[in-house]
T-cell receptor
Framework: AQTVTQSQPEMSVQEAETVTLSCTYD???????LFWYKQPPSRQMILVIR??????QNATENRFSVNFQKAAKSFSLKISDSQLGDAAMYFC???????????????FGKGTHLIIQP | DAGVIQSPRHEVTEMGQEVTLRCKPI?????LFWYRQTMMRGLELLIY????????DSGMPEDRFSAKMPNASFSTLKIQPSEPRDSAVYFC???????????FGSGTQLSVL
């Protein structure tokens, strides 16, 4: 079974600074997807960014970018120019590239609580 | 699009009572997932459906839990009888083909006293 590990329970960053959240995963599969989801106090899970394992280029969405190291099984999220609205729990998630038989769900890490200092 | 709609947003009940959580997925989505979130265990996949058919229910903790999807626009998660350890936030999520891009509802905060 796949596992996702987020080793930073909490991170703090000054507004307008850059912060990196870490995520490692364990899998024997070669085809998979990785995600970062944001959960603000409103509780809604919001997709931040997605990476396909077969793509070498790191995904980017505005101020959010990832550093995907497939060999190291590492998938970190970089938030540039941090804003107060970025304060939330951030979850790293894995999804198999194969379908059926229980492979379609996401496996989540335990999350990192991001605090933005004004 | 209204997004994934869950009801109720909060549910407080007493141990032994039946609880029914409801979910309306995004129109056109063919996958529906039920997740449970607790501080101790994080986000756990309970069950998921594809085209209204349950595919994997290995995450359902006990026979007290059951889920149905009678049509493409509605699903329920039922707990009978409920126990205090069932207290958690229950999320419903849906997706279309590209199954990894899940869209979540706002969740139901369940408290069993």
């Amino acid at each position: 079974a796949q596992t996702v590990t987020q080793s930073q329970p909490e991170m703090s960053v000054q507004e307008a600074e850059t912060v990196t959240l870490s995520c490692t995963y364990d899998t024997s599969e070669s085809d998979y997807y990785l995600f970062w989801y944001k959960q603000p106090p409103s509780r809604q899970m919001i997709l931040v960014i997605r990476q396909e394992a077969y793509k070498q280029q790191n995904a980017t969405e505005n101020r959010f970018s990832v550093n995907f190291q497939k060999a190291a099984k590492s998938f970190s999220l970089k938030i540039s120019d941090s804003q107060l609205g970025d304060a939330a729990m951030y979850f790293c998630a894995y999804r198999s590239g194969y379908s059926g038989g229980g492979a379609d769900g996401l496996t989540f890490g335990k999350g990192t609580h991001l605090i933005i200092q004004p | 699009d209204a997004g994934v709609i869950q009801s109720p947003r909060h549910e407080v009940t007493e141990m032994g009572q039946e609880v029914t959580l409801r979910c309306k997925p995004i129109s056109g989505h063919d996958y529906l997932f039920w997740y449970r979130q607790t501080m101790m265990r994080g986000l756990e996949l309970l069950i998921y459906f594809n085209n209204n058919v349950p595919i994997d229910d290995s995450g359902m903790p006990e026979d007290r839990f059951s889920a149905k999807m009678p049509n493409a626009s509605f699903s329920t998660l039922k707990i009978q009888p409920s126990e205090p350890r069932d207290s958690a936030v229950y999320f419903c999520a849906s997706s279309f083909r590209d199954r990894g891009k899940l869209f979540f509802g706002s969740g139901t905060q369940l408290s069993v006293l």
